[in-house]
């Protein structure tokens, strides 16, 4: 293996932003990126960190990460979401993408979780056929709904 997997740590959110943005990018949403690399590091390295963070790393540089945090099911009890698994374009296919799944996948079952939860957007195909081989579970029979902040407090302010 060319890279390494290791925890994310304070002085690598410039990269992790930059493949926040990567994806954004990828997944059509160009602009969508609201967050800043000071807001990854304030809510992911303070006191009470609000995720964690897996990173991939070669020759001293971020090639991917994966970040998730832990969450409650009604139905499951303790779950983890997976809220990105990211691999920079030009380091697809070597096996970091994998690792980084992996690794999640190992903390939850580690650490008893009994769910690990994820989108990923009906035209990747690839990812789709992935995560299937791996054993989860595509359901596409749900919707993901958000409510946006501006939305919100529209809501909050006619109710």
């Known amino acids: 293996m060319s890279f390494t997997i290791r925890k994310g740590e304070a002085k690598d959110v410039t990269a992790v932003f930059e493949l926040i943005t990567e994806l954004a990018v990828f ?3 160009p602009k969508a990126v609201e967050i800043t690399a000071e807001d990854l590091l304030k809510d992911g390295f303070s006191e009470n960190p609000k995720f964690q963070l897996f990173v991939a790393e070669q020759d001293a540089k971020i ?11 009604t139905w499951k009890g303790k779950t983890i979401h997976l809220e990105d698994l990211i691999v920079t374009k030009s380091k ?11 690794a999640v996948l190992k903390y939850a079952h580690d650490n008893n979780f009994n769910r690990v939860d994820w989108e990923v957007i009906d035209w990747n195909t690839n990812a789709i056929d992935f995560y299937t081989s791996t ?4 359901m596409n029979d749900w919707s993901v709904v958000k ?6 407090a529209k809501f909050i302010q006619n109710n």
């Open 63 to 73: 090639i991917g990460i994966a970040l998730f945090y832990e969450r409650y099911s």
């Open 135 to 138: 054993g989860a579970t595509y």
């Open 27 to 29: 997944e059509k949403e």
């Open 147 to 152: 409510m946006s902040k501006e939305n919100l």
């Open 92 to 102: 697809q296919k070597i096996g970091a993408g994998k690792a980084l799944y992996t």
